[in-house]
């Protein structure tokens, strides 16, 4: 139930070569600045490779991006492979300048469902697999919390999308930030749900008021999540090992998927912000209207 897929940024921007890609990544306001550090030199962010499950179906990239001292973030897409404004902005996200810290991006986390587009993959949905206390109940599961448990992250962000608007639409969950039930992780999902309406999406909310992004708890919501909220990746993170994490769901109703990519981008790069973790998105002086 994806919109139609058409040709999204990152596709155009690999398409056109490295020339012609940095003069329209600079026409946009994209990464034309490296993030100073504190004495004002710039920083370099370094960029690595590895293989999560390496020689199996589920064999994925994992990028991870270092620019010295810091804390470290974590951005997660394709969960559900079927929502592909997560997939696309988590291959934005591999594209940062970071200030400092480190951020580990895994843009095709369940790489078969993603590459059917589907919700789910030959393990069944990949989200419902994370009891808190207990050992993953799969082998994707078991090879992301691997990843997790790894690299240790102070934040984590799993992204996903709607078909429609928490509150609005029956059974639907997006435009809603939910974190995990990690101490700091409410507040910040409130302070970047505020920012999104404020300061990025202000001009598009005064004729659709109900596109506004909102923090709620998984557990507090009527919606078929609820009594499932505690077998989610994020959830099972911030419940066994205190990571701060959230749950950022775009709605796809209205939205293709570069607006979507868009708007988890400016909520990622928010929320990373809020943990220490400055960063230049290829995405920064865009705008809703101008996708």
Known sequence: MTPPARPSR???LATVGGTAAAALSGCIGGRDDTPPTDDGEPTETERETSLMMEG????TTVHVLTAGEGPTGMVLGGVHGNEVGGVEAAHVATEYELSGGRLIVIP???APAVE?????GPDGDLNRQFPIGEEPTTEIARGLWAEIEAYEPDCLIDMHTSRGIL?????AVGQ???PSPAEGTSVDAE???QYVNEEVIAEFLEENPEYAFRAARVEEENIDQND???LMAVMKAGADLGIEGWITEVTYRGFDRDQQAFLHDRIATRLLAENGLDVVSPLDGESLQSL
């Open 191 to 193: 302070a970047t749900a």
């Open 56 to 59: 199996t179906d589920y064999e």
């Open 176 to 178: 809603t930030i939910f």
């Open 10 to 12: 990152r596709t155009v």
């Open 167 to 171: 509150g609005v639409d029956e059974g």
């Open 228 to 230: 499932e909220s505690h």
């Open 116 to 120: 059917k587009e589907g919700r789910t």
């Open 108 to 110: 095709e986390t369940n």
